[in-house]
């Protein structure tokens, strides 16, 4: 945190608290054409409670991590999403991309 590369986004309720929340992660990338940073901005980390759900939380944060992404520099950002956050990331105009997973021990990834 210290680096500026991990920041979080709180959506509070006065009397409740905390009811969303997220994070936008400058992680380290691998050099290739085109995309010149080396740092990708990673949404991750997105929860809203129960409760607060479908009332616009999880936009407005989202629109926020962009935002810093945006203002520092970069020119895309990219998060794996959960089945039940699709709505919400594809409302905002994320894409689906063809990302491949193999797993090497799939004992190992059970736990």
């Known amino acids: 945190m210290k680096k500026r590369k991990l920041l979080g986004l709180v959506a509070e ?3 409740v608290g905390p009811v969303a929340s997220g ?3 400058f992680q380290p990338d ?4 085109v995309i010149l940073e080396m740092d990708t ?5 997105m929860y809203t409670e129960p409760a607060y759900r479908r009332k616009g939380l999880a936009t407005l944060i989202l629109r926020g991590l962009i935002d810093v992404a945006r203002k520092r520099g970069y ?5 794996h999403a959960s089945r039940k956050g699709r709505r919400v990331y594809s409302k905002l105009g994320f894409a689906s991309t063809p990302e491949m997973r193999y797993y090497i021990d799939e004992e190992k990834h059970r736990h």
């Not at 691998?30 to 054409?33: E, K, M, S, Y």
């Not at 901005?41 to 980390?45: D, G, L, Q, V």
Request: with cysteine.
């Open 13 to 15: 309720v006065s009397d």
């Open 23 to 25: 994070c936008l992660w």
């Open 30 to 33: 691998h050099p290739r054409p």
């Open 41 to 45: 901005p990673y949404i991750m980390s």
């Open 75 to 79: 020119a895309r950002v990219v998060l």
